[in-house]
């Protein structure tokens, strides 16, 4: 009597091993390498990977039939790095097929929104057909709503939004940015949108110790260093602009080292004879500490003590 025919093994799939061939790790890595802090953001973009390279293995599998909704808002103050993850979110996606350019296109309401009648439409599907294919990251989004304008044109452009995140999930992921406070009341006003995002992911400022390291990797990205004075200097200076208004986490740093520089520059060129390669390399604490925002606090503590 012949052995039964053994039954066949299910199909199955190396998620693991397709995480590593898709090249979705290296763009992981890339977020990691690029962006200092944000476990949180990284944590939700990972769990967004993994979600999607299940999906393609279910479809592979004739387990899905519709591409799941991408579309996303992201919240948080200037300067935490939403556009930086958008730029990774669009290879991420791309990587995995789920849009066939992977390119970013960012805009503001004035991209989108026209100043008379007629304009509006055409300046809005312009947009939205250089950024198919790929990843259309919409910052200040809120601003597209001005319900206390009669003549405002954003409601035009918030239409024509809505119909092509619905009918084109497929060409297209939108992400759309601002504070988290204004964005809650956007969606409030535009229910639609809300219910095309079907990913909220929420960035938090930045820790003065990842600050400080955001300042290190900046200078160093241009063949600078802090000298060891400059760096306890830099150290205040983060403290007491947080306590400032208009504070834009990453923005104001980088912005604080264009000046620092600026003086450094205005310094070795007042400087009499030669300098060394390590001088031209140096951001030295007196370049730091001629911002106003030390003045400021000098001028504040005369103040009080008269």
Known sequence: MNAETPAPLPPKVDLRAEFEESGVKAVLDELDAELVGLAPVKARIRETAALLLVERARKRFGLSTETPTLHMSFTGNPGTGKTTVALKMAGLLHRLGYVRKGHLVSVTRDDLVGQYIGHTAPKTKEVLKKAMGGVLFIDEAYYLYKPDNERDYGAEAIEILL?????????????????????????????????????????????????????????????????????????????????????????????????????????????????????????EEGDIRASRVFLGGLMHERKAAE
């Open 163 to 283: 119909q092509v995140m619905e009918n084109n999930r497929d060409d297209l992921v939108v992400i759309l940015a601002g504070y988290a406070d204004r964005m809650e009341n956007f969606f409030q006003s535009n229910p639609g949108f809300r219910s095309r995002i079907a990913h909220h992911i929420e960035f938090p400022d930045y820790s003065d110790e990842e600050l400080g390291r955001i300042a290190e990797g900046m200078l160093a990205a241009q063949n600078y260093q802090l000298s060891p004075g400059a760096r306890a200097a830099m150290a205040e200076y983060i403290a007491a602009r947080r306590a400032q208004p208009h504070f834009a986490n990453a923005r104001s740093i980088r912005n604080a080292l264009d000046r620092a520089r600026l003086r450094a520059a205005n310094r070795l060129f007042s400087a009499d004879g030669a300098v060394t390669v390590e001088a031209l390399s140096t951001i």
